[in-house]
């Protein structure tokens, strides 16, 4: 369904210029220095095709070039009509044995020169002339060569504007091979993504763009070693795609990973590059990656206001569910795919397909689950306020100490669990936990990310701020512990090591081993308060404490119930600083 | 199909039905194949006198993906040479070794979990008489054996080897289903038409007669269509010889 479906939106990306989608047969290069001939052949010069970007530096241009980039490894594979210093002009590379320049310019020219009667393009001459006089040697003439680095080079005619490669003849000539079936005879066999009979590729174009990757691309359908090949069948042949149907699904992926639109289709997601579309242009595809990638905070961010407008429209349908998809929208194919690198292929982490009305759905049903009372509602000095609805990365972030750390599988099974409504993975859950642990913090982010395990996963109805009616023994705890807490900051002011400190993780895994001896520590505490408070805070420990019904502190607690415990800490403390109706808060 | 055919409810915690595209870094289709089918049936049954051909697969459980990541090898053992496995055949002193540690590749897979289906499936007798021009035995008495025995193996538990999901780690429970109407229905979350796209048929395999070497292997897609969790698999484009 994955190269179906990308085969299919080869088509829609075709039709849009905004895309910049490459014809059959040409793919865009980096071309960075151009060779310009007389008409009889004769060398003009060697240019500088790069052309500054606005800071100053030189930019290689994008041109369509016939033919795709070359595959790597030691092969002799010269281009037509553009290609590398050592094709073009014999370059000897430092680090290659003698001769290998000189192999390489030989066999274009060979190539150059055996077309030369069947194109019969007056450009394409000059070039040949050019390639029969021209000397290695000469290239020391030309220093502009040593600076404009690694990009290719294509060739000119003095006084006109197109490149050889551009010219009509060529262009016409080039096409016609392609309808030929390319310069392959392979036996027409059975595509698998068409089921149409085709002569299939031999190998399928490399997928630039996914993080971590490497930077020439990597393949997304290869067999590069022994173990891969079945049936005696070799290379691309194992999986028979047709060389069109490889040729549009590669160009298609290109372009949301790297094409001039990837801004809206790629996302990040941990160590997984995420790209999504919809079968048609759609608003929602527009704004998703916004969405996805700054959650609410996305909205501050912006600096369109038609666009903010339409991004906060979008946010408040996802929370209160419905009611944002325009007309004839709702059921468009959506599809979200999730890569990752691995060594020099790209693996499929997750793949999913649903439409526009289905994905709004289970957005909401996700905030849903998610939702939390904020700690920080207004941004303060430089940290931003809380999110209403976080992004994936920062629920991600929340799970490890660096972002390194992340446990590689969990993105793209929480962006799954999103995606398809189903259960969040457990890890999520563990790893929060344990960063609680590690650092005794428990935030906005982490006890929303601990509801919301809870919620989906076990069904446990856990509300969006602090209910002083429930009586679950560890959510009471979690707020006795909270009690406690504020009791002793009250009591000494800011201290380095309070309760939280000491005794968090153990009085949430063992509470009968810690609550007796910090409620003891807690009247010495309570004693410094003065009239008022000391009686409101004595009524609220015996309210807490009087939900325990007397069972005493279980001896432990398990890691949902801690996760309940981290709730319900959160929750009161959160209430401490929150200014209560018609009264001064604390 | 009628009397000569079988149901058979095969479930499991994982599968991995490769697609051919994704193989290497492994993604599974998103149900069973029929040659998937196939293979377990010949696991728990299979003589060289009868085919399998799987009519329909019912789907029974909602379509959940998983990721894991495995450690593999990047090569094969030769099968020629000195060391290779036709001279060790030969010779019990040589070892075919490979270098795990040395060879090792982590590949990711994106494979199927918590699956259940069932296959409704009857058996084909090559029969070698007509092929020589004589008459076929009835149907009944030639199929019926088989099938007597697939279904005295399946009812006890029996198989030649561990029935398995795509992988072999990932083992299959089954269980025949000798009344109609026990049939379990598909879930809920599979009703309506779904296109799962062009999905592997089976191998055709060209061998020479003579020396059973096998000349070439062509595989064939056929596109299948979910209607409420059941695919009708069509008859084999190729012919099956005995």
Request: with cysteine.
């Amino acid at each position: 369904m994955i190269l179906q479906a990308l085969n299919e939106l080869y088509d829609r990306l075709a039709g849009d210029a905004a895309y910049e989608i490459a014809p059959p047969g040409f793919s865009p290069q980096k071309i960075s220095f151009r060779i310009v001939l007389e008409a009889d052949g004769t060398l003009h010069d060697i240019q500088d095709a790069r052309t500054p970007d606005e800071r100053g530096r030189p930019q290689n241009t994008v041109m369509l070039v016939p033919g795709e980039a070359k595959p790597s490894g030691s092969g002799i594979n010269p281009g037509l009509l553009w290609d590398n210093q050592t094709y073009l002009l014999g370059r000897q590379p430092e680090d290659k044995p003698a001769g290998f320049g000189e192999k390489r310019f030989e066999a274009l020219r060979q190539r150059h020169l055996e077309l030369e009667k069947t194109i019969e393009d007056p450009g394409f001459s000059a070039v040949c002339r050019f390639l029969e006089q021209w000397d290695p040697v000469r290239i020391a003439e030309y220093p502009r060569l040593n600076e404009v680095g690694t990009g290719f080079g294509i060739f000119g005619i003095r006084g006109e504007k197109r490149a050889v490669h551009e010219s009509k003849k060529v262009q016409e000539w080039w096409r016609g091979t392609l309808e030929k079936g390319g310069e392959g005879d392979q036996e027409a066999e059975q595509c698998l993504v068409t089921g149409s009979m085709s002569s299939p590729a031999r190998l399928h174009p490399k997928i630039k763009g996914v993080t971590g990757s490497q930077a020439a691309g990597a393949s997304l359908v290869s067999f590069n070693a022994a173990a891969y090949e079945s049936y005696g069948k070799t290379q691309s042949f194992n999986a028979p795609v047709s060389g069109e149907v490889a040729f549009q699904y590669g160009t298609a992926l290109n372009s949301l990973l790297t094409g001039p639109q990837a801004k809206k289709h790629r996302l990040r997601i941990g160590d997984t590059t995420a790209v999504f579309w919809t079968e048609k242009r759609t608003l929602l595809e527009d704004l998703l990656a916004d969405v996805f990638s700054g959650g609410s905070q996305a909205v501050e961010e912006t600096q369109d206001a038609t666009r903010r407008d339409q991004m906060r429209h979008l946010l408040e349908a996802v929370r209160s569910g419905g009611g944002y998809v325009e007309q004839g929208e709702s059921e468009t194919p959506f599809f979200i795919l999730g890569l990752a690198p691995n060594a020099a292929r790209v693996s499929i982490r997750f793949f999913h397909r649903s439409t526009t009305a289905d994905l709004l759905e289970k957005l909401h049903e996700h905030h849903r689950c998610i939702e939390m009372v904020r700690q920080f509602t207004e941004p303060i000095g430089k940290r931003f306020a809380d999110p209403a609805f976080p992004a994936i990365w920062q629920i991600l972030r929340e799970t490890a100490r660096v972002a390194d750390e992340i446990p590689p599988l969990l993105g793209g099974a929480l962006t799954r669990a999103i995606v398809e409504g189903t259960s969040y993975p457990e890890g999520l859950f563990s790893a929060v936990i344990r960063r609680i642990h590690a650092d005794r913090t428990i935030n906005y982010l982490r006890s929303a990310t601990l509801k919301a395990v809870l919620v989906r996963n076990h069904q446990i109805d856990i509300p969006v701020m602090l209910d002083p009616e429930n009586t679950d023994p560890p959510y009471r705890l979690g707020r006795l512990f909270a009690v406690l807490e504020k009791t002793q900051e009250d009591a000494l002011g800011p201290i380095n090591a309070g309760i939280r400190e000491k005794f968090y993780s153990s009085a949430s895994a063992t509470p009968a081993s810690v609550f007796p001896r910090i409620l003891r520590t807690y009247q010495h505490h309570l004693a410094k308060l003065n009239g008022g408070a000391k009686l409101n805070r004595e009524r609220l420990i015996q309210d807490v404490l009087a939900g325990l019904d007397g069972r005493g502190f279980p001896n432990q607690l398990s890691l949902k119930n801690q996760g309940i415990f981290a709730i319900g800490y959160y929750h009161q403390r959160k209430d401490f600083f929150t200014k209560k109706e018609g009264n001064k808060g604390d | 199909m009628g009397k000569f055919g079988i149901f058979l409810k095969v479930s499991g915690d994982y599968a991995l039905f490769s697609r051919p595209e994704m193989k290497v870094e492994r993604v599974s289709y998103d149900v069973m194949t029929p040659s998937a089918a196939r293979g377990i049936l010949e696991a728990i049954y299979w003589k060289p006198q009868i085919r399998w051909t799987i009519d329909e697969i019912h789907v029974l459980n909602p379509i959940r993906f998983t990721n894991i990541r495995r450690n593999e090898i990047a090569s094969k053992i030769s099968v020629k040479g000195a060391s290779g496995v036709n001279a060790a055949m030969k010779n019990p002193e040589i070892r075919p070794t490979l270098d795990v540690a040395g060879d090792r590749q982590q590949r990711a897979s994106l494979l199927l979990k918590d699956v259940a289906y069932l296959i409704r499936a009857h058996i084909r007798v090559l029969d070698p008489r007509v092929e020589k021009g004589g008459a076929p035995s009835p149907e009944n008495e030639a199929v019926g054996k088989h099938l007597d025995m697939f279904k005295r193996r399946a009812r006890k538990g029996q198989a030649f080897h561990q029935p398995y999901f795509g992988c072999r780690e990932f083992p299959v429970r089954f269980e025949l289903i000798e009344d109609e109407s026990d049939i379990p229905p598909p879930d809920v979350s599979l009703m309506g038409p779904k296109d799962l796209g062009f999905m592997l048929h089976d191998i055709e395999f060209d061998a020479d007669r003579s020396t059973n070497r096998v000349r070439s292997t062509t595989p064939h897609f056929f596109r299948p269509v979910m209607t409420d969790g059941v695919i009708h698999v069509p008859e084999l484009p190729f012919a099956i010889r005995p």
